[in-house]
């Protein structure tokens, strides 16, 4: 090891800072007094990123038959041709411009687009079913237009393929949701986190239909028919698993809590019933999401050693000589279990 600099001595870092400054100084002067024709060439870390932007725009680009694609999927013609290529356009795909991010993209149509289905879908729930309350209205409303079902919609009809943008990963991001929502035909309720890239588009779309078809809420709703069909009905509403879980630890009289102190660690939430951890779940980085699935998986367990005490409790049941079971108002004998706790019927 060198020992201390002398006295007198610059520091390193002065000298190269020092260094620095002349060559910026000499290649100013240089670049200012040389004719155009014979100007130092362009730095070869500048050349490098001028042709990954280039490289960007050229993979960004749309295919020339996008829009009429997209127009085949929507059942829709846009006389306006500007406000579908708007609605593809993606806030990345204009963010290594050298305009400074100017361009169309879908934020503005997202806005318009996201307030038209709601109209649209709570019209239609209202003619739909008048037997409804207002409270399962709501939820088949929130059901319909949320992120999710969107989601569901751009993907069914390909819809991320025609968007333009210069997300990492978009691409593999759909195919893992379009992975994921295959165990779950209607709605996962909760427990499969949807790009908001997906559902942005789908409501951007619907924002360029209600603009250029004069504000008409009819093609609108034809329009979002198409993407978002089969949409929700009563019959294939389920019950939200933290609503469910609620409903099943109040009426045993349990304390349950949801413990996520360990997800800056592990990405990890419990499910605590009575100081005893029933479930445990994690997903990716989103703490909604497992938190519901933490939740749904202690459901499922709480059910499955429900049924199973149900059927211990059968067979062991007195009979009489008719082979009838008797004492109706049976119970199996307490067990501090808490699993067992939780599923028994009896107090």
Not at 134 to 147: C, I
Not at 275 to 282: D, L
Not at 303 to 321: E, G, I, W
Request: glycine residues 8%; aromatic residues 6%; proline residues 6%.
């Amino acid at each position: 090891m060198s020992g201390p600099a002398p006295a007198g001595t610059p520091e390193r870092w002065l000298v190269r800072r020092r260094k620095r400054r002349r060559y910026r100084a000499l290649s100013s002067t240089l670049s200012t007094s040389r004719p155009t024709d014979t100007q130092a060439p362009r730095p070869a870390w500048r050349r490098k990123r001028r042709c990954r932007l280039v490289r960007r725009r050229r993979r960004g680009a749309k295919p020339p038959d996008a829009i009429a694609a997209v127009e085949a999927i929507l059942g829709y013609t846009f006389p306006d041709k500007a406000l579908v290529e708007a609605a593809l356009t993606h806030g990345s795909f204009h963010a290594g411009s050298r305009a400074g991010g100017a361009g169309a993209t879908y934020e503005r149509l997202e806005f318009l687009g996201d307030r038209a289905i709601n109209v649209v879908v709570a019209s239609h729930l209202y003619s739909a079913h008048p037997a409804l309350r207002p409270g399962a209205l709501t939820r088949l409303h929130s059901l319909n237009v949320d992120r999710e079902k969107l989601a569901r919609a751009a993907v069914a009809h390909g819809l991320h393929r025609f968007l333009r943008h210069e997300t990492p990963f978009l691409g593999q991001h759909a195919d893992d949701f379009a992975a994921e929502i295959a165990a779950y035909p209607v709605h996962s309720n909760g427990q499969v986190r949807a790009p908001k890239c997906l559902s942005d588009m789908v409501e951007a779309l619907i924002g360029a239909v209600f603009l250029d078809s004069g504000d008409d809420n009819e093609q609108v709703w034809r329009v979002f028919r198409r993407l978002a069909d089969p949409l929700i009905g009563p019959e294939m509403v389920g019950k939200q698993p933290m609503m469910e879980f609620n409903e099943l630890c109040q009426g045993k009289m349990l304390q349950a809590r949801i413990v996520k102190k360990d997800w800056a660690k592990s990405h990890t939430v419990k499910v605590v019933v009575a100081g005893e951890t029933v479930a445990v779940a994690t997903y990716g980085k989103n703490k909604h999401a497992a938190r519901n699935r933490a939740v749904k998986s202690a459901l499922d367990i709480i059910k499955a050693r429900k049924k199973k005490d149900s059927m211990v409790t059968l067979t062991s049941a007195p009979h009489d000589k008719d082979g009838m079971s008797v004492g109706g108002d049976h119970c199996p004998p307490k067990t501090p279990d808490l699993l067992s706790a939780m599923s028994n019927g009896c107090n």
